[in-house]
């Protein structure tokens, strides 16, 4: 079975400056995918950045970046520059086939 | 690209009544859409998986008889709750993967429907 945790219900930041939210997963596979992903107050479920487990280099999305540490199952979203628009629920995801199994999200709030 | 619509974004049922949701993804083929659920402030909670072509293979708990589900070809599935009630009143988002992503499994989203039961 594969669990995704992510330990922070709730997080702020100041306008242009920098948060990380923090994710941590269990799998039994040497294969997988992790995403983080948005869903603003639309609720419309937005890709933010995904990295592929074999890889080592962490992924970077413009002002998104992950710093992924495979032996320690951690997965955690760093956000530079924070925005307004940057406001919203962000969930960690992991997959190794076909589903996705989701953490329980952190709603970031965004203070200008 | 890879864009999934839904339809209706809201739908506001009588109780032992039957609503559809269709979910088609528009510029790419899907072999595999998934149905989610989700309440406030709550994650997302697959419902069923469902292939073209095949039946859905529903998750523990989720009554297969009352969320009826049909992928019948690559680029449209529908959910249809039958007889509703108010406990089903939720947020229901479907994706779809595209049969062409290899094995990056990733997972193109609709814009959810939001189905109030009266």
């Known amino acids: 079975a594969q669990t995704v945790t992510q330990s922070q219900p709730e997080m702020s930041v100041q306008e242009a400056e920098t948060v990380t939210l923090s994710c941590t997963y269990d799998t039994s596979e040497s294969d997988y995918y992790l995403f983080w992903y948005k869903q603003p107050p639309s609720r419309q479920m937005i890709l933010v950045i995904r990295q592929e487990a074999y890889k080592q280099q962490n992924a970077t999305e413009n002002r998104f970046s992950v710093n992924f540490q495979k032996a320690a199952k951690s997965f955690s979203l760093k956000i530079s520059d924070s925005q307004l628009g940057d406001a919203a629920m962000y969930f960690c995801?992991?997959?190794?086939?076909?589903?996705?199994?989701f953490g329980e999200g952190t709603q970031l709030t965004v203070n200008p | 690209g890879a864009v999934v619509s839904q339809h209706p974004s809201r739908v506001i049922c009588k109780s032992g009544t039957s609503v559809k949701i269709e979910c088609r993804s528009l510029?790419?083929?899907?072999?595999?859409m998934f149905w989610y659920r989700q309440f406030p402030k709550q994650s997302l909670m697959l419902m069923a998986t469902s292939n073209e072509g095949s039946k859905a293979t529903y998750e523990q708990g989720v009554e297969k008889d009352k969320f009826l589900i049909n992928h019948a070809s690559l680029t449209l599935s529908t959910l249809t709750v039958t007889s509703a009630h108010p406990e089903d009143s939720s947020f229901y988002i479907c994706s779809a993967r595209d049969q062409l992503a290899g094995a990056s499994y990733e997972q193109y989203f609709g814009p959810g429907t939001r189905l109030t039961v009266t």
């Open positions: 510029d790419f083929q899907a072999t595999t």
């Open positions: 995801a992991l997959t190794s086939g076909s589903r996705l199994t």
